[in-house]
């Protein structure tokens, strides 16, 4: 058997309800909620379970939320000795990679996001920065369309390369309709307007970024016993102070997502788990490369599946 990455979901993967299964059938899973509210002095809890989806879909709300579900999950993977080779997260699910990569512990990564949340929907006003899909496009011609259009003084970029024929553009909402017009005359299947808070991963969130500088010297990183594929690089790292550096750059660079699966196939995994509610990155996973294992972990169930398939494996 090749090697094994854990993979954890990002923002917009949030349902309501998630991890209650989990929660309601291990003890371990239950105090990762508990812990969640003890830290953040409110009931996070209610929220995922209970929504409404609208108030679990506010940034500060949401980050927080999927980082617990994602980590309650882990937890049954971990208590039957499955450990992976890598971690890797889709922008806020890095920070839960690195809580399975032991850099971070869980009750500073939730304070972190949740303070993360927060400061991302504070740097630009609500109305001025949006982000949109771009469908079957390269990757350098729609990069060219970005720069052009900034260069005329609205900010777009690239935000997030997920993989072939998807990436997503950040930046202001004059920017990002224009490229995306440029872009579907210049050949893009299609361009989808998403709904979110803000131009996240783009040089507008510089300002959350500067802000939580703070937050992160709060916060004990140490070392990571498993290395973490990084979003901002696409290459593994382990050292305490590159995590710091790189987490502070994340907030306005690109999500290397294409990138990063490919890495780690070339490090020789063969078997990604997704952990965390829906299947977003497993559907990325299959697209970047068909001959991989991908599954999926999202409850009691599919978490039971996951360790008797990665058990059936090692042999």
Not at 38 to 61: M, Y
Request: glycine share 10%; hydrophobic share 40%.
């Amino acid at each position: 058997m090749g090697k094994i990455a854990f993979v954890f979901p990002g923002q917009g993967s949030q349902t309501v309800g998630m991890g209650a299964s989990v929660r309601e059938k291990e003890q371990s899973a239950k105090e990762i909620f508990d812990l969640a509210d003890k830290r953040l002095g409110r009931d996070l809890t209610s929220i995922i379970l209970n929504g409404p989806q609208e108030e679990l879909t506010k940034t500060a709300n949401a980050q927080p939320a999927l980082l617990t579900t994602s980590i309650a999950l882990l937890q049954g993977l971990s208590e039957a000795g499955i450990q992976p080779d890598y971690t890797a997260g889709h922008s806020l699910g890095e920070y839960t990679a690195l809580v399975a990569s032991g850099a971070i512990s869980f009750s500073d990564a939730v304070y972190a996001v949740a303070k993360r949340g927060e400061l991302m929907e504070e740097a630009v006003p609500n109305g001025e920065g949006t982000m949109a899909a771009v469908l079957g496009m390269d990757r350098a011609l729609l990069s060219d369309i970005c720069q052009q259009v900034a260069d005329n003084g609205k900010p777009v970029q690239l935000a997030n390369m997920n993989c072939p024929g998807q990436i997503v553009i950040s930046g202001s909402v004059a920017g990002v309709t224009e490229a995306g017009e440029i872009a579907k005359k210049g050949g893009a299947k299609r361009v989808l307007p998403l709904q979110v808070s803000g131009p996240f991963h783009s040089v507008l969130m510089k300002p959350a970024a500067e802000s939580f500088t703070a937050v992160l010297d709060e916060i004990h990183i140490r070392e990571a016993h498993i290395p973490l594929i990084a979003n901002v690089t696409a290459k593994p790292i382990s050292d305490r102070l590159e995590i710091q550096k790189l987490l502070l750059e994340q907030l306005y660079s690109p999500v290397l997502w294409e990138d990063s699966v490919r890495q780690m196939i070339e490090l020789g995994v063969d078997t990604f788990v997704e952990i965390g509610p829906g299947k977003v990155l497993t559907g990325l996973i299959r697209k970047i490369n068909r001959d991989v294992t991908a599954l999926s972990v999202q409850d009691s169930e599919s978490c039971q599946a996951a360790v008797t398939a990665l058990r059936g494996n090692e042999g």
